[in-house]
């Protein structure tokens, strides 16, 4: 079964794989000029225009993995020769234009930027504000707005283009969702690795090593059951694999009685979208949860349990990678790794999912399980509020960076009737991460269900559990 979804992310993992067995064989000087030369042989290109360019590239990539640009700190950083030079065309009139009698583009148009000239639309780049209403009104959709696809998925306006038409990510706009990492079809737009600082740990003995999994990770290694998973996990070093969805849990009743406190708020697991509200509206900052993400408060939770823990969180998320490095994360975080980065640890060190077996889950309540969806907030807080008899509760879901900008507009009008918002930059929330290995309508279920196998839906039950364990 194919393990990723695009080839950039089968690129980024065959230089992972070769990086770690060089961290293994004590053979990390070379990398630099070995690995380019297995992950491109030659003597034809594969990717690039020539072969040398591809290995250029390689050695770019090894950077981000062994850190990436430390003056520059970004978890997000541009790879400037994997750019493409993608066209910028804007709004533009295509070859399909039919020449139609009613011309309902040029009618739609607020500038009168669009005449007709021998029966075919002529859009005057100079009166265009590129609004996009006459690629609306098109019947035929001759009409198209080309935009890069990094531009187009960053909902904060934080990439442009340089001089030279390269891609730019302007840090000061930057939330560090990754959005640009997933879509961008070059591989030009990378988050920095922390591999090497977890192969280091996971290699000193002194200290109990813990791996904390997001929710997400039910629907992201399709190939094997969850179980075995966890497992597999414990293979590569780990002392024991916790839930993510343990933190969820301790944090819900806290998120309630901030609301409570508050009148307003705004929660989230997602450090993205906190980084947004501070950035673009930070008039709305005093209504931002304070309780810690569901991250730190399960590190916390460890670490407060065992003296000797070391904490390594795995999952989708792009943006943690900056949230374990602030001053409130560090105590409780001392590295983060990606699912794709994972993947690249079973392999590189012959971990073999199929042929081991399973190790129960059992440390989080269904409504801490579900946080990783659009709404998974949301729900546990509603579900303790009316537990409580209180009947003014009025929360939303904002799925999506596009909907967190509309309802934060929305928020400082003072004219709501909702009163709690929760916010997940990625659409469909967390599951969704840019580094997970799939992206789809199925993880959702797969979240779902897995939430449903809890052994409760009472979130102390299960801290309470949690801790009374770490005690035996």
Same mark, same amino acid.
Request: aromatic share 8%; hydrophobic share 40%; proline share 5%.
């Given at each position: 079964?194919?393990?990723?979804?695009?080839?950039?992310?089968?690129?980024?993992?065959?230089?992972?794989?070769?990086?770690?067995?060089?961290?293994?064989?004590?053979? !990390?000087?070379?990398?630099?000029?070995?690995?380019?030369?297995? #992950?491109?042989? +030659?003597?034809?290109?594969?990717?690039?225009?020539?072969?040398?360019?591809?290995?250029?590239?390689?050695?770019?990539?090894?950077?981000?993995?062994?850190?990436?640009?430390?003056?520059?700190?970004?978890?997000?950083?541009?790879?400037?020769?994997?750019?493409?030079?993608?066209?910028? +065309?804007?709004?533009? #009139?295509?070859?399909s234009c039919r020449g139609c009698l009613s011309h309902p583009c040029r009618d739609a148009?607020?500038?009168?930027?669009?005449?007709?000239?021998?029966?075919?639309?002529?859009?005057?780049?100079?009166?265009?504000?590129?609004?996009?209403?006459?690629?609306?009104?098109?019947?035929?959709?001759?009409?198209?707005?080309?935009?890069?696809?990094?531009?187009?998925?960053?909902?904060?306006?934080?990439?442009?283009?340089?001089?030279?038409?390269?891609?730019?990510?302007?840090?000061?706009?930057?939330?560090?969702?990754?959005?640009?990492?997933?879509?961008?079809?070059?591989?030009?737009?990378?988050?920095?690795?922390?591999?090497?600082?977890? !192969?280091?740990?996971?290699?000193?003995?002194?200290? @109990?090593?813990?791996?904390?999994?997001?929710?997400?990770?039910?629907?992201?290694?399709?190939?094997?059951?969850?179980?075995?998973?966890?497992?597999?996990?414990?293979?590569?070093?780990?002392?024991?694999?916790?839930?993510?969805?343990?933190?969820?849990?301790?944090?819900?009743?806290?998120?309630?009685?901030?609301?409570?406190?508050?009148?307003?708020?705004?929660?989230?697991?997602?450090?993205?979208?906190?980084?947004?509200?501070?950035?673009?509206?930070?008039?709305? $900052?005093?209504?931002?949860?304070?309780?810690?993400?569901?991250?730190?408060?399960?590190?916390?939770?460890?670490?407060?349990?065992?003296?000797?823990?070391?904490?390594?969180?795995? +999952?989708?998320?792009?943006?943690?990678?900056?949230?374990?490095?602030?001053?409130?994360?560090?105590?409780?975080?001392?590295? #983060?790794?990606?699912?794709?980065?994972?993947?690249?640890?079973?392999? $590189?060190?012959?971990?073999? !999912?199929? @042929?081991?077996?399973?190790?129960?889950?059992?440390?989080?309540?269904?409504?801490?399980?579900?946080?990783?969806?659009?709404?998974?907030?949301?729900?546990?807080?509603?579900?303790?509020?009316?537990?409580?008899? @209180?009947?003014?509760?009025?929360?939303?879901?904002?799925?999506?960076?596009?909907?967190?900008?509309?309802?934060?507009?929305?928020?400082?009008? @003072?004219?709501?009737?909702?009163?709690?918002?929760?916010?997940?930059?990625?659409?469909?929330?967390?599951?969704? +991460?840019?580094?997970?290995?799939?992206?789809?309508?199925?993880?959702? $279920?797969?979240?779902?269900?897995?939430?449903?196998?809890s052994t409760s839906t009472d979130p102390n039950v299960m801290v309470e559990k949690f801790?009374?364990?770490?005690?035996?």
């Amino acid at each position: 079964m194919r393990k990723f979804e695009t080839d950039v992310q089968k690129l980024k993992y065959d230089i992972l794989v070769q990086v770690i067995k060089a961290y293994d064989n004590n053979k !990390l000087d070379s990398i630099y000029i070995d690995i380019p030369k297995i #992950v491109s042989p +030659g003597p034809a290109p594969t990717m690039r225009c020539c072969i040398f360019k591809e290995r250029a590239i390689a050695q770019e990539r090894i950077k981000l993995i062994m850190g990436g640009d430390k003056q520059k700190g970004h978890v997000i950083q541009m790879i400037d020769i994997a750019c493409d030079e993608c066209p910028v +065309g804007g709004i533009f #009139v295509t070859p399909s234009c039919r020449g139609c009698l009613s011309h309902p583009c040029r009618d739609a148009c607020p500038k009168n930027a669009i005449t007709i000239v021998e029966r075919k639309a002529v859009i005057d780049k100079n009166k265009c504000i590129e609004c996009g209403l006459c690629v609306k009104a098109c019947p035929y959709h001759a009409i198209i707005n080309q935009v890069r696809p990094c531009v187009e998925s960053c909902g904060v306006k934080a990439i442009s283009m340089t001089n030279l038409r390269k891609a730019t990510i302007d840090d000061e706009k930057c939330i560090a969702c990754g959005n640009c990492v997933y879509r961008c079809p070059f591989g030009a737009c990378v988050d920095r690795s922390f591999i090497i600082d977890v !192969l280091k740990l996971l290699g000193d003995k002194t200290y @109990n090593i813990y791996a904390i999994v997001a929710p997400s990770i039910v629907g992201q290694f399709n190939y094997v059951d969850v179980e075995q998973l966890i497992t597999g996990i414990k293979q590569l070093g780990f002392k024991r694999v916790v839930e993510v969805a343990l933190g969820a849990d301790s944090i819900l009743q806290a998120e309630v009685d901030e609301w409570l406190q508050k009148g307003i708020l705004t929660s989230s697991c997602c450090p993205s979208f906190k980084f947004f509200v501070r950035r673009n509206y930070p008039t709305l $900052a005093k209504h931002i949860s304070q309780n810690d993400s569901p991250m730190v408060e399960t590190g916390k939770i460890i670490k407060q349990s065992d003296p000797k823990a070391k904490v390594i969180f795995i +999952g989708p998320c792009a943006s943690k990678k900056t949230e374990f490095q602030l001053p409130h994360a560090k105590p409780y975080i001392d590295c #983060v790794m990606s699912f794709e980065e994972l993947q690249a640890l079973f392999d $590189a060190r012959n971990v073999h !999912l199929h @042929n081991i077996k399973p190790t129960k889950l059992e440390d989080a309540s269904f409504y801490g399980r579900i946080f990783a969806k659009s709404g998974g907030i949301l729900s546990g807080v509603k579900n303790l509020v009316e537990k409580a008899g @209180n009947k003014n509760f009025r929360g939303v879901a904002m799925n999506g960076i596009k909907e967190c900008d509309k309802w934060m507009k929305a928020l400082m009008s @003072n004219k709501l009737v909702q009163n709690f918002f929760e916010g997940m930059t990625c659409k469909g929330g967390c599951l969704n +991460g840019p580094l997970g290995l799939r992206h789809n309508d199925e993880i959702l $279920a797969n979240v779902d269900e897995f939430g449903k196998r809890s052994t409760s839906t009472d979130p102390n039950v299960m801290v309470e559990k949690f801790v009374k364990s770490m005690k035996e």
